[in-house]
C-alpha cells in the first residue's frame, strides 16, 4: 500500500514540473477549449432545432397524443431550445469576459484591498479566499437571475406551467442565495483548512471530509432544508395510500413517511421520488401527479422507482460520483503550485507556493483556475453519466414490468410526457448527451419486450446475468 502511495506521490510531483511551464499558453488554452466546447454545445442544440418543425408526432405517441396537444409541445420545445442556445451563448460571452479582462486577479486584489479597508489581517488566507469567492459568485450569479426570472414569467408562463409569482420567486431567490452562503462558505473553509493541514497527502483526508458532508447533508435537507421551499403533507389515507404501503412491504423497501409534495405551487409539472438514509426511506408524490393519474398509475410510477432502489442505483450512482472526485483531486494535486498557470491568470506566481504577505497559501485561486482549464472535460462526464442513467431507466421500467405493471406504468409515462409538454421527437446525439432519461418512444418500445420471471423471484447470479444482458442488447 504504501509503495503505492509513493509511486503515485512521484509521479504526481513528475507531472507537475512538467506542467509547470512559463512557456505553456495556460490563458490562450482555456480560452480556445471554451470555445470548443461552446461550438459544440450549439452543435448539439441545432441539431435538435428541425425536430421541432416536424409536422406529425412518432408512431409511439400517434395515438396518444392529440394535433392540438402535439402542436404545443413542438412550439414549447423550439422555445425552449432558442432559450437554452441564446444561454449558451451568454454563459461563453461572460466566461470569457471573466478571462480575458484579468477578473480573477483584479478581483483578488480588490478583495485584498477591501479586507485592509476593514481592518482584517493580510494573513487571513481563509478569510480572503471566502470573500473573493463570494464576490465571484454575485458578479456571475445576479445576471444569472435575469435569465431564470424570464424562464419562469415569460417561457413557462407563455406555455401554461408557471403557477410562481413574482414574490414567491423573490423570497425563493433570496432563500437560495442565503443558504448557498450558509452552507457553501464553511463547507470551502472547511476544505481550504484541510488541504492546509493535511499538505501533499491532501487528497484523502477532503474525500473524507466531503463524504461526511454529503452524509450531514442527506440528513439536514428534508428535514431543515426543503420545508422552507414547499409543504409536506402526509399522503391521506385511501386507495394510494393503500397501495403505495402494499408495493412497499412487497419490496421489503423501509417507508418510514409518504409525503405529497405542493408542487403546483411553482408549476404543473409534475412527479415523484424517493430519498433518506438505508434504514429509513421518504416517497414523496407531487400533487399534480396525483391530480392527473389513477391511483393504480401513481402505483406504477412508483414501482419504477422502487426499482432504482431495489437494484442500487442511487449507491452506483453515489460510487460513480466519488470515483470522479477522487479523479479531480489528484488531477488538481498536480496543478496547485503551479506558478505558470497563477502567472498566466495575472497572478503574483509566488502565490502558488506560499503567501506573500504572510498566512496559508491561498489553494483557492489554484483550484479556480484549474476548474477553469479541466471544466470542458465535464462534457465528457455528461456523456458517461447519462448513458448510465438510461441504462438504469431501462432496467426500473423493467422491474415495474415485471411486477406487472405494463399498462399503467405506460399510461402514466405518456400522461406525463403529455401534461410535461416533452418534446415528442428527438435528435439522437442531443438526446445521448442531454437526457438522462430515454425518450419516451424509447422507453414504451422497450417496455414491450421485457419478459421473463418477476424480479423478485430472481436469484442474485439470475439476476446479474439478467442485467448483463440487458446492457449488451441496449449498447
Ligand atoms: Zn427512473
Same mark, same amino acid.
Given at each position: 500500500?504504501?509503495?503505492?502511495?509513493?509511486?503515485?506521490?512521484?509521479?504526481?510531483?513528475?507531472?507537475?514540473?512538467?506542467?509547470?511551464?512559463?512557456?505553456?499558453?495556460?490563458?490562450?488554452?482555456?480560452?480556445?477549449?471554451?470555445?470548443?466546447?461552446?461550438?459544440?454545445?450549439?452543435?448539439?442544440?441545432?441539431?435538435?432545432?428541425?425536430?421541432?418543425?416536424?409536422?406529425?408526432?412518432?408512431?409511439?405517441?400517434?395515438?396518444?397524443?392529440?394535433?392540438?396537444?402535439?402542436?404545443?409541445?413542438?412550439?414549447?420545445?423550439?422555445?425552449?431550445?432558442?432559450?437554452?442556445?441564446?444561454?449558451?451563448?451568454?454563459?461563453?460571452?461572460?466566461?470569457?469576459?471573466?478571462?480575458?479582462?484579468?477578473?480573477?486577479?483584479?478581483?483578488?486584489?480588490?478583495?485584498?484591498?477591501?479586507?485592509?479597508?476593514?481592518?482584517?489581517?493580510?494573513?487571513?488566507?481563509?478569510?480572503?479566499?471566502?470573500?473573493?469567492?463570494?464576490?465571484?459568485?454575485?458578479?456571475?450569479?445576479?445576471?444569472?437571475?435575469?435569465?431564470?426570472?424570464?424562464?419562469?414569467?415569460?417561457?413557462?408562463?407563455?406555455?401554461?406551467?408557471?403557477?410562481?409569482?413574482?414574490?414567491?420567486?423573490?423570497?425563493?431567490?433570496?432563500?437560495?442565495?442565503?443558504?448557498?452562503?450558509?452552507?457553501?462558505?464553511?463547507?470551502?473553509?472547511?476544505?481550504?483548512?484541510?488541504?492546509?493541514?493535511?499538505?501533499?497527502?491532501?487528497?484523502?483526508?477532503?474525500?473524507?471530509?466531503?463524504?461526511?458532508?454529503?452524509?450531514?447533508?442527506?440528513?439536514?435537507?428534508?428535514?431543515?432544508?426543503?420545508?422552507?421551499?414547499?409543504?409536506?403533507?402526509?399522503?391521506?389515507?385511501?386507495?394510494?395510500?393503500?397501495?403505495?404501503?402494499?408495493?412497499?412491504?412487497?419490496?421489503?423497501?423501509?417507508?418510514?413517511?409518504?409525503?405529497?409534495?405542493?408542487?403546483?405551487?411553482?408549476?404543473?409539472?409534475?412527479?415523484?421520488?424517493?430519498?433518506?438514509?438505508?434504514?429509513?426511506?421518504?416517497?414523496?408524490?407531487?400533487?399534480?401527479?396525483?391530480?392527473? +393519474? =389513477? %391511483?393504480?398509475?401513481?402505483?406504477?410510477?412508483? /414501482?419504477?422507482?422502487?426499482? #432504482?432502489?431495489? *437494484?442500487?442505483?442511487?449507491? &452506483?450512482?453515489?460510487?460513480?460520483?466519488?470515483?470522479?472526485?477522487?479523479?479531480?483531486?489528484?488531477?488538481?494535486?498536480?496543478?496547485?503550485?503551479?506558478?505558470?498557470?497563477?502567472?498566466?491568470?495575472?497572478?503574483?506566481?509566488?502565490?502558488?507556493?506560499?503567501?506573500?504577505?504572510?498566512?496559508?497559501?491561498?489553494?483557492?485561486?489554484?483550484?479556480?483556475?484549474?476548474?477553469?482549464?479541466?471544466?470542458?472535460?465535464?462534457?465528457?462526464?455528461?456523456?458517461?453519466?447519462?448513458?448510465?442513467?438510461?441504462?438504469?431507466?431501462?432496467?426500473?421500467?423493467?422491474?415495474?414490468?415485471?411486477?406487472?405493471?405494463?399498462?399503467?406504468?405506460?399510461?402514466?409515462?405518456?400522461?406525463?410526457?403529455?401534461?410535461?409538454? +416533452? =418534446? %415528442?421527437?428527438?435528435?439522437?446525439?442531443?438526446? /445521448?448527451?442531454?437526457?438522462? #432519461?430515454?425518450? *419516451?418512444?424509447?422507453?414504451? &418500445?422497450?417496455?414491450?419486450?421485457?419478459?421473463?420471471?418477476?424480479?423478485?423471484?430472481?436469484?442474485?447470479?439470475?439476476?446479474?446475468?439478467?442485467?448483463?444482458?440487458?446492457?449488451?442488447?441496449?449498447?
Amino acid at each position: 500500500m504504501s509503495g503505492v502511495v509513493t509511486k503515485l506521490d512521484s509521479a504526481i510531483s513528475r507531472l507537475a514540473d512538467l506542467a509547470d511551464n512559463p512557456a505553456f499558453p495556460y490563458r490562450q488554452a482555456v480560452i480556445w477549449l471554451s470555445s470548443l466546447q461552446t461550438a459544440w454545445e450549439l452543435y448539439v442544440q441545432r441539431r435538435q432545432v428541425p425536430k421541432f418543425s416536424i409536422p406529425f408526432p412518432p408512431p409511439e405517441l400517434k395515438d396518444h397524443l392529440k394535433k392540438d396537444t402535439f402542436k404545443k409541445a413542438q412550439a414549447y420545445g423550439r422555445d425552449k431550445i432558442t432559450y437554452a442556445m441564446a444561454n449558451t451563448v451568454y454563459s461563453f460571452a461572460v466566461s470569457l469576459a471573466l478571462v480575458y479582462f484579468g477578473v480573477y486577479a483584479s478581483t483578488w486584489d480588490a478583495t485584498g484591498r477591501f479586507m485592509a479597508r476593514v481592518g482584517l489581517a493580510a494573513s487571513r488566507t481563509i478569510v480572503h479566499s471566502l470573500l473573493w469567492m463570494s464576490y465571484l459568485t454575485l458578479i456571475q450569479a445576479v445576471p444569472g437571475i435575469a435569465w431564470s426570472y424570464y424562464y419562469t414569467f415569460v417561457l413557462e408562463e407563455k406555455h401554461g406551467f408557471n403557477k410562481s409569482t413574482v414574490k414567491l420567486f423573490i423570497t425563493d431567490t433570496l432563500k437560495t442565495y442565503l443558504l448557498t452562503a450558509a452552507i457553501g462558505l464553511p463547507v470551502l473553509a472547511g476544505f481550504l483548512k484541510i488541504i492546509d493541514i493535511a499538505g501533499k497527502h491532501f487528497v484523502i483526508w477532503l474525500m473524507l471530509f466531503l463524504l461526511g458532508i454529503q452524509l450531514v447533508l442527506q440528513i439536514i435537507f428534508p428535514i431543515f432544508i426543503q420545508p422552507l421551499f414547499n409543504k409536506f403533507t402526509p399522503l391521506p389515507d385511501g386507495e394510494l395510500r393503500t397501495r403505495v404501503e402494499a408495493l412497499a412491504s412487497k419490496l421489503k423497501f423501509p417507508l418510514a413517511h409518504l409525503y405529497v409534495i405542493d408542487g403546483s405551487k411553482r408549476s404543473s409539472h409534475s412527479n415523484a421520488y424517493f430519498y433518506g438514509l438505508p434504514w429509513s426511506k421518504r416517497i414523496v408524490i407531487y400533487d399534480t401527479l396525483i391530480k392527473d +393519474s =389513477s %391511483p393504480a398509475e401513481v402505483e406504477a410510477v412508483l /414501482a419504477h422507482e422502487l426499482g #432504482h432502489w431495489y *437494484l442500487s442505483h442511487p449507491t &452506483r450512482l453515489i460510487l460513480i460520483a466519488q470515483a470522479h472526485l477522487l479523479f479531480t483531486l489528484l488531477v488538481f494535486s498536480i496543478f496547485i503550485h503551479n506558478k505558470a498557470l497563477f502567472e498566466a491568470f495575472g497572478f503574483d506566481p509566488r502565490l502558488a507556493v506560499s503567501s506573500p504577505t504572510g498566512g496559508s497559501q491561498p489553494v483557492v485561486i489554484g483550484f479556480i483556475l484549474y476548474q477553469l482549464l479541466f471544466e470542458p472535460l465535464d462534457t465528457v462526464v455528461k456523456f458517461f453519466m447519462n448513458s448510465k442513467t438510461r441504462k438504469y431507466e431501462y432496467q426500473a421500467d423493467a422491474f415495474a414490468v415485471r411486477l406487472g405493471f405494463k399498462k399503467e406504468l405506460g399510461d402514466a409515462l405518456i400522461k406525463l410526457h403529455v401534461s410535461n409538454l +416533452s =418534446s %415528442p421527437h428527438s435528435d439522437k446525439l442531443y438526446s /445521448a448527451y442531454h437526457h438522462s #432519461h430515454p425518450t *419516451l418512444p424509447e422507453r414504451l &418500445r422497450a417496455m414491450d419486450e421485457y419478459t421473463g420471471a418477476s424480479w423478485l423471484k430472481l436469484s442474485p447470479q439470475a439476476k446479474k446475468q439478467e442485467l448483463t444482458e440487458q446492457h449488451k442488447k441496449e449498447d
